[in-house]
């Protein structure tokens, strides 16, 4: 950056960057893992295992979804065994979707292979780079929580 850049150039310019490193960080992580799941199926089963058993309306507005694909989405990783249906407690008419033992298990190995493979990627930097990015773990994390 240029003393010439202005502070919110500065701050837009970092945050295009951060976006583009996180954006491409995770497609690499999903890139090399096994897995036959879609991002999509992966977010969903990560935000229920999250929230706890939810009503498929409230994934889809977690997820930032129309609630058809959401419907499709669930439907499609119940057929996988790895959702399940009960009815709501609160509203007999509804229902109430969670992981499956399959699921959890599904999304544990899942989270595991990814953090092996994250971890032999960070051993690839130097002990000071890791230590900016331990750093900053609690600034990102912030920026996961909702205003």
């Known amino acids: 950056m240029t003393s010439l850049q202005s502070p919110l150039a500065e701050r ?25 799941l879609t991002a999509s199926q992966v977010s969903a089963l990560a935000t ?8 498929i309306s409230a994934l889809a507005a977690h997820e930032s ?10 439907a499609g990783l119940e057929s996988l065994g790895l959702l399940e249906r009960t009815d709501d407690p609160d509203d007999r008419r509804a229902s109430l979707i969670d992981l499956s033992h ?9 989270w595991h292979e990814r953090t092996l493979r994250l971890s032999a990627r960070l051993e690839r930097l130097t002990a000071k780079e890791r230590h900016a990015i331990e750093a900053a773990l609690p600034a990102l994390d912030k920026l996961t929580r909702d205003a």
């Open 102 to 110: 399959v699921g959890r298990a599904t999304l544990s190995e899942l």
């Open 65 to 74: 979804m129309d609630p058809s694909v959401a419907t499709r989405v669930v």
């Open 48 to 55: 229920v295992e999250e929230m706890g058993p939810l009503r």
């Open 12 to 36: 837009t310019t970092a945050a295009a960057r951060l976006r583009f490193v996180l954006v491409r960080l995770a497609r690499t992580l999903r890139r090399e893992g096994e897995s036959t």
